[in-house]
């Protein structure tokens, strides 16, 4: 029943596939003995039996038997033809082939022919056709054909509907990805622009710290400073969202000691926590090594995060930070298991499905109780990734939460980058210097000028890298430092007419060390900025013993003395 049921399914083409097997094992049969009257009867049987079109030949090619659906298509107007020359013009556009090539037979040879499909010319006009011919043993020739003219037309239908859809979908991939770029430039444009009002916030807030200032005065100074810090991280996690959606999440590896890389972050939290009253643990199981290689300004900022949403969210009980080794059989990696759990008041099933989706806040907007913009898991999470690992939850309504992190880290490998484990010799502070500070932006230039009296040096300013290669032409300077975006001419190409790159500007010393200011914080940028051959950069808002340092590791890159 099964393969009767399977037959009435296939359609005349696919059963026109098999059809010359058939022939072939009824032909064979007169082989084994059985009468020519009988051999025939069966031979007619299953030509007349076909479902598609069927025509008999003989050697000379004149038609001996066709069944109903063959005399239908072949037809013309003027009855059917009398032999194979009169079925009419029929031509194969894929291999150039006739009618008259498919009958065409070596000698001997009885396997099946087929030409696959041919464009026939009937009374209904061209039509799509599949023939395929075999030589029987005594020389006359079957030949079966069926018409697929409507499946040809299915399958180009389907075709053009299928480039129409990879049009559609090549058109908004092309779109999304205009739009993430937009949007990452809107991003990155966005942070110039809070990042320069908040370097002249924290800045003059820095410089105003320094004076003398009653208690009102310093508590009020202390809040203006802790706002404009967390307008500062807000304006990161949005650039790093960014850049992790965009998949441009870059990693800098380096040999740190993870106890002492944490020791800060871990000191921050643990004094929120005490301050709402809440206890805080942390614990780096013994066996993890003391020293590791990874990216230890992602791995902060991933602690940070996780604890940050912890102590945000707990309202009584405690916090607590476990660091262990995970289970990963990974050869020559070091698997880190980093777990984050609070008494908080736990997530609803239905907001973990999307609490690591960027911008989701896990309560209503205009009731929300904690401030946040819904940035701090989904950046934990793809930092994880992008060190092979990843974050989960386990959360209960009302019995708190548990992130888990794991990543991979690989073991130091002896050449140390920071060694902040070590008890460092404060470097000498740097003699009175003659800089020239570049910057367009009054608050920022006015800070700086600030700052750097502050340490005893002389300041020439200028307002762009025009005025500042003019001075450069006309006076000896022992450093300069530029911001990046400018009028007229921006810190890059000044540098770059400095160094010499750059005709139409004489400097009386190309080599002179240059610090660059800078409010791009992503890597494309960074990379772009020490292309110039600059020296050092300091990234907005600036922060005195940043620039310090700087400032030093420019003059040492130069080997003038500090």
Same mark, same amino acid.
């Given at each position: 029943?099964?393969?009767?049921?399977?037959?009435?399914?296939?359609?005349?083409?696919?059963?026109?596939?098999?059809?010359?097997?058939?022939?072939?094992?009824?032909?064979?049969?007169?082989?084994?003995?059985?009468?020519?009257?009988?051999?025939?009867?069966?031979?007619?049987?299953?030509?007349?039996?076909?479902?598609?079109?069927?025509?008999?030949?003989?050697?000379?090619?004149?038609?001996?038997?066709?069944?109903?659906?063959?005399?239908?298509?072949?037809?013309? #107007?003027?009855?059917?033809?009398?032999?194979?020359?009169?079925?009419?013009?029929?031509?194969?556009?894929?291999?150039?082939?006739?009618?008259?090539?498919?009958?065409?037979?070596?000698?001997?040879?009885?396997?099946?022919?087929?030409?696959?499909?041919?464009?026939?010319?009937?009374?209904?006009?061209?039509?799509?056709?599949?023939?395929?011919?075999?030589?029987?043993?005594? #020389?006359?020739?079957?030949?079966?054909?069926?018409?697929?003219?409507?499946?040809?037309?299915?399958?180009?239908?389907?075709?053009?509907?299928?480039?129409?859809?990879?049009?559609?979908?090549?058109?908004?991939?092309?779109?999304?990805?205009?739009?993430?770029?937009?949007?990452?430039?809107?991003?990155?444009?966005?942070?110039?622009?809070?990042?320069?009002?908040?370097?002249?916030?924290?800045?003059?807030?820095?410089?105003?710290?320094?004076?003398?200032?009653?208690?009102?005065?310093?508590?009020?100074?202390?809040?203006?400073?802790?706002?404009?810090?967390?307008?500062?991280?807000?304006?990161?996690?949005?650039?790093?969202?960014?850049?992790?959606?965009?998949?441009?999440?870059?990693?800098?590896?380096? &040999?740190?000691?993870?106890?002492?890389?944490?020791?800060?972050?871990?000191?921050?939290?643990?004094?929120?926590?005490?301050?709402?009253?809440?206890?805080?643990?942390?614990?780096?199981?013994?066996?993890?090594?003391?020293?590791?290689?990874?990216?230890?300004?992602?791995?902060?900022?991933?602690?940070? &995060?996780?604890?940050?949403?912890?102590?945000?969210?707990?309202?009584?009980?405690?916090?607590?930070?476990?660091?262990?080794?995970?289970?990963?059989?990974?050869?020559?990696?070091?698997?880190?298991?980093?777990?984050?759990?609070?008494? #908080?008041?736990?997530?609803?099933?239905?907001?973990?499905?999307?609490?690591?989706?960027?911008?989701?806040?896990?309560?209503?907007?205009?009731?929300?109780?904690?401030?946040?913009?819904?940035?701090?898991?989904?950046?934990?999470?793809?930092?994880?990734?992008?060190?092979?690992?990843?974050?989960?939850?386990?959360?209960?309504?009302?019995?708190?939460?548990?992130?888990?992190?794991?990543?991979?880290?690989?073991?130091?490998?002896?050449?140390?980058?920071?060694?902040?484990?070590?008890?460092?010799?404060?470097?000498?502070?740097?003699?009175?210097?003659?800089?020239?500070?570049?910057?367009?932006?009054?608050?920022?230039?006015?800070?700086?000028?600030?700052?750097?009296?502050?340490?005893?040096?002389?300041?020439?300013?200028?307002? &762009?890298?025009?005025?500042?290669?003019?001075?450069?032409?006309?006076?000896?300077?022992?450093?300069?430092?530029?911001?990046?975006?400018?009028?007229?001419?921006?810190?890059?190409?000044?540098?770059?007419?400095?160094?010499?790159?750059?005709?139409?500007?004489?400097?009386?010393?190309?080599?002179?060390?240059?610090?660059?200011?800078?409010?791009?914080?992503?890597?494309?940028?960074?990379?772009?900025?020490?292309?110039?051959?600059?020296?050092?950069?300091?990234?907005?808002?600036?922060?005195?013993?940043?620039?310090?340092?700087?400032?030093?590791?420019?003059?040492?890159?130069?080997?003038?003395?500090?």
């Amino acid at each position: 029943m099964a393969d009767r049921t399977s037959k009435k399914s296939m359609t005349p083409y696919e059963m026109l596939s098999g059809f010359s097997e058939r022939v072939a094992q009824v032909d064979g049969e007169q082989r084994q003995g059985r009468d020519q009257a009988s051999h025939e009867a069966s031979l007619r049987l299953v030509l007349s039996n076909a479902p598609f079109g069927v025509m008999l030949l003989a050697p000379d090619l004149s038609i001996l038997y066709m069944n109903v659906v063959a005399a239908a298509l072949l037809d013309e #107007g003027n009855g059917v033809p009398e032999d194979w020359a009169g079925v009419g013009r029929a031509m194969a556009a894929e291999t150039g082939e006739t009618l008259a090539d498919l009958v065409r037979f070596e000698d001997g040879q009885q396997t099946e022919r087929s030409t696959g499909v041919m464009a026939l010319h009937t009374q209904d006009g061209v039509r799509s056709v599949d023939f395929r011919s075999c030589r029987l043993q005594d #020389g006359r020739i079957v030949v079966g054909f069926a018409d697929i003219t409507e499946r040809r037309n299915v399958v180009k239908d389907l075709q053009r509907s299928h480039k129409k859809l990879e049009r559609m979908v090549h058109e908004r991939t092309r779109d999304l990805v205009a739009a993430n770029n937009a949007k990452r430039d809107f991003l990155a444009n966005m942070s110039h622009e809070l990042r320069t009002p908040l370097n002249g916030i924290l800045g003059m807030s820095e410089i105003l710290r320094d004076t003398a200032l009653d208690e009102e005065q310093r508590i009020c100074l202390s809040a203006i400073r802790q706002a404009g810090h967390e307008m500062l991280r807000i304006v990161s996690n949005l650039l790093d969202v960014s850049k992790a959606e965009a998949g441009r999440l870059v990693l800098r590896p380096r &040999n740190f000691a993870l106890r002492s890389s944490l020791e800060q972050v871990i000191t921050l939290f643990r004094r929120r926590a005490l301050t709402k009253g809440l206890s805080f643990s942390s614990i780096i199981e013994a066996d993890i090594p003391e020293e590791i290689n990874a990216d230890p300004d992602r791995l902060k900022q991933l602690v940070f &995060n996780l604890l940050d949403n912890a102590v945000k969210f707990t309202q009584s009980g405690g916090v607590s930070l476990g660091i262990r080794l995970g289970t990963s059989s990974a050869s020559g990696r070091i698997p880190l298991r980093i777990e984050v759990s609070d008494t #908080g008041p736990g997530i609803e099933a239905e907001a973990q499905e999307h609490i690591f989706e960027s911008f989701f806040l896990g309560e209503e907007l205009m009731t929300k109780k904690h401030a946040g913009a819904g940035l701090g898991l989904p950046i934990a999470r793809h930092i994880a990734m992008s060190m092979g690992g990843g974050v989960r939850l386990e959360s209960n309504k009302r019995r708190g939460s548990l992130f888990v992190a794991e990543l991979m880290a690989a073991p130091a490998n002896g050449l140390w980058t920071d060694r902040s484990a070590m008890r460092r010799v404060e470097p000498p502070t740097l003699g009175p210097l003659k800089i020239l500070l570049v910057e367009d932006e009054e608050v920022s230039r006015m800070y700086a000028r600030l700052l750097l009296d502050k340490m005893g040096h002389i300041v020439v300013m200028a307002e &762009n890298g025009v005025a500042a290669l003019q001075r450069l032409g006309a006076e000896d300077f022992d450093l300069v430092i530029t911001d990046i975006q400018m009028p007229k001419m921006d810190g890059v190409t000044a540098v770059e007419h400095i160094r010499g790159v750059r005709e139409g500007y004489e400097v009386r010393d190309p080599a002179i060390p240059v610090v660059a200011l800078t409010v791009f914080a992503h890597n494309d940028a960074r990379e772009r900025i020490l292309a110039a051959d600059v020296d050092e950069y300091v990234t907005k808002p600036v922060e005195s013993k940043r620039l310090t340092e700087a400032m030093r590791n420019a003059l040492a890159r130069r080997g003038r003395k500090a």
